[in-house]
Nanobody, 122 residues
């Protein structure tokens, strides 16, 4: 069955970096648009970045542009989120999702991972 498992979260100081990974099973990541979302306490879940099915086009939320990079490894069937220059406001639970995209729009599916906690603090 479809499964997404995130890893790579942790505690990092402001300005530091983390690399999140989402391992997919039950489907191939190359067949779907894939995304990363985050949810901080008391806030709604927000789309951080997605990568399209065709061509690998990427789209980022304004707060993370220039700092985060989403990529897909078809051989490993994983999706990665490289996060650099982390800020305290980046702290959240990060989850991956498979979905559909068209242009700058992304529509999530019901398939979510369990999430991985990112804490940014000195």
């Amino acid at each position: 069955q479809t499964q997404l498992v995130e890893s790579g979260g942790g505690l990092v100081q402001p300005g530091g970096s983390l690399r999140l990974s989402c391992a997919a099973s039950g489907f191939t990541v190359s067949s779907y648009a894939m995304s990363w979302y985050r949810q901080a306490p008391g806030k709604e879940r927000e789309l951080v970045a997605f990568i399209s099915r065709f061509g690998g086009a990427t789209k980022y939320a304004d707060p993370v542009k220039g700092r985060f990079t989403i990529s897909r490894d078809n051989a490993k069937n994983t999706v990665t989120l490289q996060m650099n220059n982390l800020k305290p406001e980046d702290a959240a639970v990060y989850s991956c999702n498979r979905g559909t995209s068209f242009g700058d729009s992304y529509w999530p599916s019901e398939y979510w991972g369990q999430g991985t906690q990112v804490t940014v603090s000195s």
